[in-house]
């Protein structure tokens, strides 16, 4: 993952349904930054469906490939997160919670059936947001003069870069994300004007 220039996430929320057998599956999909996100959006949907029978989810984050989690919220083991998350995956997306609120129907849908309906749910949900593709950033710290202030702003607004973190004084920090695609370029920019310091942070 590491010489990935680019990532897909969603910027929106969605919910789609998928009945099957009298059981009605509702996706919902949403942007997420972190665990916290998920737990308030998870709660939410908790408050919006309390009688639905089961809440299971899948999310990914960052772009290290280690942090997912899945939840078959009592439903047979592998039948529901598994599958939501295999969606999530087949699009490639980081960033991104999907979790389907499931109403029996009365009718028990076996093992085969249970996978299929979650699969397609988190599916369908996924189908009807634009997905957003985002450059990978590489972290880096900008200490500069204040008489330079306006030179090193246009240049991190003209390549695209974010601002995660600034110190305006005079003498001014900045740490920016700079899309790896324009890495290069940006540091020479920046490194072309006179009291200015750039550095990777570690």
Same mark, same amino acid.
């Given at each position: 993952?590491?010489?990935?220039?680019?990532y897909?996430?969603?910027?929106k929320?969605?919910?789609?349904?998928?009945?099957?057998?009298?059981?009605?599956?509702?996706?919902?999909?949403?942007?997420?930054?972190?665990?916290?996100d998920?737990?308030?959006?998870l709660a939410e949907l908790?408050?919006e469906?309390?009688?639905?029978?089961?809440?299971?989810?899948a999310?990914?984050?960052?772009?290290d490939?280690?942090?997912?989690r899945?939840?078959?919220?009592g439903?047979?083991?592998?039948t529901?997160g598994k599958?939501?998350?295999?969606?999530?995956?087949?699009?490639?997306?980081?960033?991104?919670?999907?979790?389907?609120? +499931?109403?029996?129907g009365g009718?028990l849908?076996g093992?085969p059936?249970?996978i299929?309906a =979650?699969?397609m749910?988190?599916?369908?949900?996924?189908?009807?947001?634009?997905l957003?593709? +985002?450059?990978?950033?590489?972290?880096?710290?900008?200490d500069?003069d =204040?008489?330079c202030?306006?030179?090193?702003?246009?240049?991190?607004?003209?390549t695209?870069?974010?601002?995660?973190?600034?110190?305006?004084?005079l003498?001014?920090?900045l740490?920016?994300g700079i899309?790896?695609?324009?890495?290069?370029?940006?540091?020479?920019k920046?490194?072309?004007?006179?009291?200015v310091?750039?550095?990777?942070?570690?």
């Open positions: 993952m590491s010489d990935q220039e680019f897909y996430t969603i910027d929320t969605a919910v789609a349904e998928y009945k099957d057998k009298g059981s009605k599956f509702i996706a919902y999909a949403f942007p997420i930054k972190d665990a916290d998920f737990k308030a959006r908790k408050k469906h309390p009688k639905a029978s089961h809440h299971c989810f999310y990914r984050l960052g772009l490939g280690n942090n997912f899945v939840s078959d919220d439903e047979p083991s592998g529901a599958p939501i998350l295999g969606q999530i995956d087949s699009k490639q997306l980081v960033n991104t919670l999907v979790v389907v609120v +499931r109403y029996f009718t849908l093992v059936g249970l299929n =979650y699969k749910a988190a599916s369908l949900v996924l189908q009807v947001l634009p957003s593709q +985002r450059p990978v950033e590489v972290s880096y710290k900008v500069f =204040y008489t202030m306006n030179d090193v702003m246009m240049i991190v607004k003209q695209g870069c974010t601002i995660i973190k600034q110190e305006i004084q003498f001014s920090h740490i920016i899309p790896k695609t324009r890495l290069q370029e940006v540091v020479y920046l490194e072309e004007l006179r009291n310091e750039v550095k990777k942070v570690p």
